[in-house]
């Protein structure tokens, strides 16, 4: 007869099984990796609920089922991790820092990205002297990377001295958009 532990344990993993085959049936349609992501399921399930019953009814061959989940779960997760790491599905699970994503061009500095932060995150028309106040930069460096970033779109001048961020801009702090593209649109030299 099981001990109420190992009942228990199928109990857990059969309602994790459960669980997991809804999943499965939830992410149906997504194809780029699904090969992959039915063995990760697959070693999954193994555990939840082939590891109980193997100590149930034959506990002779419970490592070898453990064994054999993992290796499951680790040619699931191995393949899309290791071979395309750079697609954006993937990066978007595993990369939790925007500017990890970001493309930013040669003509780029950092405080470029310190800047266009900084519109992100205010949701507001700037001045030169006010970012600079809370990035730590002179006015005049400000001046500048504005004007370079103005040039390619980035941000955009809403009158003499007044500045906010465009739709590019935010395409960029998403890591939607390689710089190097597009030329300075009003004739502005890129530094």
Do not use: C
């Not at 193994?46 to 002779?60: E, S």
């Not at 779960?73 to 899309?80: M, N, T």
Request: hydrophobic share 45%; net charge negative; proline share 6%.
């Amino acid at each position: 007869m099981a001990g109420p532990l190992a009942l228990y344990n199928l109990a857990v993993g059969l309602l994790s099984g459960a669980g997991l085959v809804y999943l499965a049936y939830s992410q149906r349609f997504v194809v780029g990796y699904r090969r992959f992501f039915y063995l990760l399921i697959a070693g999954l399930l193994a555990f939840a609920i082939g590891g109980p019953l193997a100590d149930l009814y034959a506990p002779a061959v419970s490592h070898a089922v453990h064994g054999l989940a993992a290796l499951l779960v680790i040619l699931g997760l191995y393949d899309p991790v290791h071979n395309d790491l750079r697609k954006d599905e993937w990066a978007r699970l595993l990369v939790r820092e925007p500017s990890e994503l970001r493309h930013p061009g040669e003509w780029m500095v950092p405080m470029d990205d310190e800047i266009l932060e900084l519109f992100h995150s205010a949701h507001l028309v700037l001045t030169p002297a006010i970012i600079a106040y809370n990035i730590d930069h002179s006015r005049e460096e400000v001046n500048r990377r504005l004007t370079s970033l103005r040039g390619r779109g980035l941000v955009d001048r809403v009158e003499r001295g007044k500045y906010r961020i465009t739709q590019l801009g935010e395409e960029y702090l998403r890591g939607e958009l390689a710089t190097e593209g597009p030329e300075p649109t009003d004739g502005t030299p890129a530094h």
